[in-house]
T-cell receptor, first 116, second 116 residues
């Protein structure tokens, strides 16, 4: 069974440009989470989808970030326009039910975003 | 919201020695505490977890202890091997039903280096 897949694995863009990250969760997993790790700090929650609905987007930094999950399958995270402080590693995770209810969160390999 | 502190930030041990990583959390309602290992170029992978109704859990060379009163939990790795070298993250969350439904709060990470 394929795991959580993210692409691109690495993206370098200039300040002011737009970047779209994609996450394909494990098939059948209704819950999809986006996280970000900035400059060697902790991994921080961004938002949580249940199927195509946003359950919790309290971690989204600002309105330059837009996440979608049309059809409840893969998700995209768009940053527009990108700023220097957006650099970091963006992780996606999926679970069949909410983390903590006898299941684990499976993480993708991450997308390293560098804004120059 | 939940806050998780993790120490130390770096840990260097000789092969065969034990390694201990400690975390404290702030939200007494948190009841699920996973530990993740992240190897270079890969996403975080669950290595062990513990729930609030258990004080200790062991899986071969790794063990986790939880002290709910003091709100801290620790990862213990015995007989360390070079392949244990990685970044380790602790995390905390609350079961479904609360506002932190399915959202993991991570510690800052510990870079473990095991020298042959």
């Amino acid at each position: 069974e394929a795991g959580v897949t993210q692409f691109p694995s690495h993206s370098v863009i200039e300040k002011g440009q737009t970047v779209t990250l994609r996450c394909d969760p494990i098939s059948g997993h209704d819950n999809l989470y986006w996280y970000r790790r900035v400059m060697g700090k902790e991994i921080k929650f961004l938002l949580h989808f249940v199927k195509e609905s946003k359950q919790d987007e309290s971690g989204m930094p600002n309105n330059r970030f837009l996440a979608e999950r049309t059809g409840g399958t893969y998700s995209t995270l768009k940053v527009q326009p990108a700023e220097l402080e957006d650099s970091g590693v963006y992780f996606c995770a999926s679970t069949p039910v909410a983390v903590g209810l006898n299941t684990e969160a499976f993480f993708g390999q991450g997308t390293r975003l560098t804004v120059v | 919201g939940e806050n998780v502190e993790q120490h130390p930030s770096t840990l260097s041990v000789q092969e065969g020695d034990s390694a201990v990583i400690k975390c404290t959390y702030s939200d007494s309602a948190s009841n699920y505490f996973p530990w993740y290992k992240q190897e270079l170029g890969k996403g975080p992978q669950l290595i062990i977890d513990i729930r609030s109704n258990v004080g200790e859990k062991k899986d071969q060379r790794i063990a986790v202890t939880l002290n709910k009163t003091a709100k801290h939990f620790s990862l213990h790795i015995t007989e360390t091997q070079p392949e244990d070298s990685a970044v380790y993250f602790c995390a905390a969350t609350r079961h479904a039903g609360g506002t932190s439904y399915g959202k993991l709060t991570f510690g800052q990470g510990t870079i473990l280096t095991v020298h042959p």
